[in-house]
């Protein structure tokens, strides 16, 4: 179940059905017009909020779907799963563009670069990952990290900040 809120007064407008377990993470797309959810259903749902209805469901993973995020471009969507992979898929008619794998663990978080050129996945596997996302590629691995680490510095959201992913293609990191 989904709830939109207006945040000009502070109301709830709509409730959202339609995953047969529990939400595990929801994205917007930068206009507001929709909403992707992951579940522990093992599915992705595209909702159009304005209408507050389900357009579709997408099917792949093979455990919960536990990180979404979506690409400035309205267009793309990414998503982890305990499954140990990320799906790229094609926000307007749910197609799976790439199955990247690598990760050796269930995947926790994922972020996209302002650019929408690059994502970053963190895992329990103690790796924080780069990938290409025009290619459809792993670009670089970094390792070391204790998932708790990965885990706060992905809730901080340093990683995605504009000032640490530059067009330069270096990466900052804590």
Known sequence: ????????????????????????????????????????????????????????TIRGHRDRVVTVAIAPDNQTIISGSWDGTLKIWNLSNGEELYTLTGHTDLVETVVISPDGGWAISGSKDATIRIWNLREGIQQQVLKGHRALEIEDVFQKQLLCAPHLISRTDYLVSV
């Open 1 to 56: 179940m989904l709830k939109v809120w207006d945040l000009r007064n502070g109301t709830q407008v709509k409730t959202l059905f339609g995953h047969k377990e529990s939400v595990e993470a929801v994205a917007l797309t930068s206009d507001g017009q929709f909403a992707v959810s992951g579940s522990r259903d093992n599915s992705l749902k595209v909702w159009d909020l304005k209408l507050g209805k389900e357009l579709r």
